[in-house]
C-alpha cells in the first residue's frame, strides 16, 4: 500500500503540479503491483479526481471526522458507500 499525503490532495483544485504530482504516484503505485490510500480528501470534487486516477481507497473528513472505536464499527457496519 502507498499513502498520498495530503498536502497533495488538499489543494487539489488548485494547484496542476500537485495533480501531476498525483497521477505519477499512482501510475507508479500501480506499476509495481500497489494499492494506493489518498489522504485529506474533504470534498466530492476530490474523490471523483482519485476514483478517475483509479485510486483505490481515500480517507479524510469527507468520509468521517475522527471517530472513537464504537463509532468506527457502526460505521463500518452501516456498509457506507461513497
Given at each position: 500500500?502507498?499513502?498520498?499525503?495530503?498536502?497533495?490532495?488538499s489543494p487539489i483544485d488548485a494547484n496542476g503540479k500537485n495533480l501531476e504530482i498525483i497521477e505519477t504516484i499512482i501510475t507508479l503505485a500501480h506499476k509495481l503491483g500497489m494499492d494506493v490510500t489518498a489522504e485529506g480528501v474533504e470534498t466530492k470534487e476530490q474523490l471523483a479526481f482519485l476514483r478517475k486516477l483509479n485510486c483505490e481507497c481515500g480517507q479524510g473528513y469527507f468520509f468521517s471526522h475522527p471517530l472513537d472505536n464504537t463509532a468506527a464499527v457502526a460505521l463500518i457496519v452501516t456498509n457506507a458507500q461513497w
Open positions: 500500500m502507498l499513502k498520498i499525503d495530503r498536502s497533495f490532495v
